[in-house]
């Protein structure tokens, strides 16, 4: 259940509140073709502030000539890294103001040199450490935690953090959304083709207020319009509650690529672009620039279903708990060898026959910067993720421009992961002959370096 494809309580106030995390994530992963007007969204990048969705400037200089249509050119993504991001589905009620805990946690990835891409559902029970304050917390508050407290970049910012802190994932984007307005987006395309392996009856599916909205869904493959195909994403009553629900989402994601790219529907879509943006103006916020949104949009167009990972952090992979909290609160204790198999799956991380994991290498951090407990604090992160921290200490000096990780050829699949644990390019892995004492890999943290802010030690 955790991986198909490649061979697989808290409620919001519309039943449209759920799938937009699901369309948008599609897009920006690989192959969600149909939503590449979120390409439109324009925010800043800078201090991960936001801004809201401007109108831009599309040029058509030609016409298809088959359809008349203007034509719409997509530019190619620059660059060659891996790109992580965490989208996140806020669990916000028009009654209330906020701030809000996260009841959609997706990591969508893709690896623009070798074309493939996958999206990885995170439980929003799962019981771990939030960086930065001496907490532990279900991972769905971050958000909440990160924006009610003013962590830097706010709730997204801390959510992000916790997320690679405990999962070993560098993210460098984000897009969180509210989900009003999205109903219509599912029947703008005419619905989708939704098989439903199980008829599901929900006498709890929550209506637009505090209520009930008995909910039933007959098995088999039907045409779901915008509301349906939200109720079914977002339902919990089947066996596995949660878990069911994750794959569901992910079901809804490519059953709508599968009715835009069988339509060829992305050139009428970005032809409406203004009533789009209209109805998405205060639903969106993002890093991500306008032409990286752009660039993304056309790299999805480029990856074939088949290269596309589908996996969820399951009920394999966790154990159920009543946190000592008051009230006590049902959690979910991650096992962190297993996630951390798949999170090295989900990565493409090369196998353990290649050398040594990096989790397993002895790794000496050294600050080559002149931020004060850099080299400490990042020891500290990556022991809480499970890599064996032999030495921190100053490097030579501390005008290194760039972060350097440098070990030997036997070990040079480790390294990469380490790099992928602390957000670094994987260019960042150096090869030599020299060889160590005391340890096996070699850290130098550079100006590029961005840390987790305050990291603390997982209990």
């Known amino acids: 259940k955790s991986i198909t494809g490649m061979s697989s309580h808290r409620r919001t106030n519309a ?12 897009l920006v992963v690989g192959a969600l073709a149909s939503f590449t007007f979120f390409n439109l969204v324009r925010e800043i990048v800078k201090s991960w502030s936001t801004t809201a969705l401007a109108r831009p400037a599309v040029t058509t200089p030609a ?4 359809t008349g249509e203007p034509a719409v050119t997509l530019p190619d993504w620059e660059g060659v890294e891996r790109v992580n991001i965490l989208v996140l589905g806020i669990d916000e009620r ?4 906020g701030p809000w805990r996260t009841d959609t946690m997706i990591v969508l990835t893709v690896d623009p040199a070798s074309k493939t891409a996958g999206m990885l559902s995170i439980p929003r029970d799962l019981w771990v450490p939030i960086p930065g304050y001496d907490i532990d ?33 560098p993210l460098q984007y984000y897009v969180r959304l509210n989900f009003s307005a999205f109903e219509q987006l599912i029947d703008l395309i005419g619905g989708i083709e939704i098989c439903v392996p199980e008829t599901i009856d929900d006498p709890e599916y929550p209506d637009s207020g505090y ?30 509650g949660d878990f069911d629900r994750a794959e569901r989402q992910q079901q809804v994601i490519l059953a709508v690529r599968d009715t835009v790219v069988r339509g060829d529907l992305l050139p009428s879509l970005v032809s409406k672009a203004g009533p789009l943006l209209d109805a998405l103006k205060d639903s969106v916020q993002t890093n991500l620039s306008l032409d990286q949104l752009i660039q993304l949009a056309n790299l999805a167009t480029q990856i074939d279903p088949a290269d596309i990972l589908q ?28 996630i951390r198999a798949l999170r090295d799956r989900f990565l493409n991380v090369a196998p353990a026959a290649a050398g040594p994991t990096a989790a397993r290498a002895r790794v000496r951090v050294e600050n080559g910067t002149l931020t004060d407990g850099l080299a400490a604090h990042t020891a500290e992160q990556l022991e809480a993720l499970g890599y064996d921290v032999v030495e921190f200490t100053s490097a030579d000096r501390f005008d290194y421009a760039r972060s350097s990780i440098i070990t030997d050829s036997t070990r040079e699949a480790a390294a990469q992961q380490l790099a992928q644990s602390l957000g670094l390019p994987i260019t960042s892995v150096v090869t030599s002959t020299v060889s160590a004492t005391g340890y096996d890999i070699r850290v130098i943290l550079g100006a590029d370096f961005q840390p987790a802010q305050n990291v603390t030690r997982t209990p």
């Open 63 to 66: 016409t298809d000539p088959e």
């Open 137 to 169: 917390g279900k991972i769905n508050t971050a958000h909440f935690i990160g924006d009610l407290r003013g962590y830097p970049g706010g709730g997204p910012g801390l959510a992000m953090a916790t997320v690679q802190y405990n999962l070993g994932i």
């Open 311 to 338: 996996a969820q952090i399951d009920e394999n992979m966790v154990v159920g708990y009543w946190a000592p909290t008051d009230p006590p609160q049902a959690v979910l204790v991650p096992l962190r060898e297993e």
């Open 15 to 26: 039943p449209s509140r759920l799938l937009i995390v699901w369309i948008v994530g599609f």
């Open 94 to 97: 028009e009654q209330e103001f």
């Open 211 to 240: 209520g009930y909205e008995p909910l039933h869904i007959d098995a088999g493959c039907q045409i779901m319009n915008g509301r349906l195909a939200l109720k079914y994403a977002r339902t919990r009553h089947t066996g596995l």
